[in-house]
């Protein structure tokens, strides 16, 4: 297995691209180099970290439709905050995910906020 490349994006316009070594999730490569992003159970039973993924090995559908995270990404343990209908219209929780793909994920509170809260507090 090998690096994937995870291209994180902010509303603002500003985006980061990390390696992803298969051992880590998307948050722990992000925070070995420094970027921020916001977590809080890091065992996938709240949304404080939630993604967006907006894309699958470099291609943007062309639809309105969001990739399906699972295309995108796998979990070291069953992602608990989410929903299967949550990961169906692209949702991830980047503290027990590693990527399947290069790929770009949506990041920062706007994307909580468009999921919702979690089930599980």
């Not at 159970?41 to 709240?46: A, D, E, L, S, V």
């Not at 949506?106 to 906020?113: D, H, L, T, Y």
């Amino acid at each position: 297995m090998s690096d994937h490349d995870v291209t994180l994006e902010w509303p603002d316009g500003r985006s980061e691209t990390v390696a992803v070594d298969p051992q880590e999730t998307v948050l722990e490569a992000a925070l070995r180099e420094g970027i921020r992003l916001p977590y809080d159970c890091r065992k996938g039973t709240c949304t404080a970290c939630v993604g967006r993924v907006l894309a699958v090995d470099g291609s943007r559908d062309e639809s309105d439709e969001s990739p399906d995270a699972a295309s995108a990404v796998d979990y070291r343990r069953p992602p608990r905050a989410l929903e299967e209908s949550d990961r169906a219209d692209g949702y991830a929780l980047l503290c027990i995910a590693h990527p399947r793909a290069d790929c770009r994920i949506e990041v920062g509170p706007m994307v909580r906020s468009q999921l919702g809260d979690s089930p599980w507090g």
